[in-house]
């Protein structure tokens, strides 16, 4: 069973609306990734966090946000919903920000814009 | 940024033959490429994973090549079974510290 935890598992939202998604990394984990999977695509990076801090990120608007917490759990909070928005939501944690081994996935939250 | 090509988009195989999925990357300072089975509503699994300073990794069935000098790596699946339909994911891990993911693969075995 993978240590990385996301909730919820699944969202409906309407257009306009916020919405927060959250992840709790592997222990021992320092780092966590975002990611967006459209349906039929291959995950989008989103950003990454690094012992709180935002450590890249990729081609989203800024009504994407995110937070890491001191033990390493993070959010992310989209805003002004759109219906281009409806995807699963992957987070991942990492045991070091400079490999890309390691990565662990969540099972993943299914957000739907209506 | 790092750019992954995959190819092709769709693959059926029949049981017991081999598959073989190609990806291409752009950032040379790629050092790490793994590849993901992700099936229907699940997250994600690693299956198989290279670095940089090895060409070739085998476990069981499951094979991945990697050419530096062409940026490219393909996942090599041998005597293919029914369970292993699912899509497939190539990734690069680049001097960005991102994983960049390719388009995927559906790969369907008919018994």
Same mark, same amino acid.
């Given at each position: 069973e993978t240590?990385?935890?996301q909730s919820p598992t699944h969202l409906i939202k309407t257009r306009g609306q916020q919405v927060t998604l959250r992840c709790s990394s592997q222990s021992g984990h320092n780092t966590v990734s975002w990611y967006q999977q459209a349906l039929g695509q291959g995950p989008q990076f989103i950003f990454q966090y690094y012992r709180e801090e935002e450590n890249g990120r @990729?081609?989203?608007?800024?009504r994407f946000s995110g937070?890491?917490?001191p033990n390493y759990s993070s959010e992310l909070n989209v805003n002004a919903l759109e219906l281009d928005d409806s995807a699963l939501y992957l987070c991942a944690s990492s045991l070091e920000v400079r490999a890309g081994y390691g990565y662990t996935f969540g099972s993943g939250t299914r957000l739907t814009v209506v | 940024g790092e750019n992954v090509e995959q190819h092709p988009?769709?693959?059926?195989?029949?049981? @017991?033959?081999? %598959?073989?999925?190609?990806c291409t990357y752009s950032d040379s300072a790629s050092n790490y490429f793994p590849w993901y089975k992700q099936e229907l509503g699940k997250r994600p699994q690693l299956i198989i994973d290279?670095?940089?300073n090895v060409g070739e990794k085998k476990d069981q069935r499951i094979a991945v090549t990697l050419n530096k000098t062409a940026k490219h790596?393909?996942?090599?699946?041998t005597e293919t079974q029914p369970e292993d339909s699912a899509v497939y994911f190539c %990734? %690069?891990?680049?001097?960005n510290y991102k994983l960049t993911f390719g388009k995927g693969t559906l790969l369907t075995v008919n018994p």
């Open positions: 240590g990385v935890t @990729g081609n989203f608007p800024p937070l890491q917490f | 988009s769709t693959l059926s195989v029949q049981e @017991g033959d081999s %598959a073989v999925i190609k290279i670095r940089s790596f393909s996942l090599h699946i %990734a %690069a891990f680049g001097s």
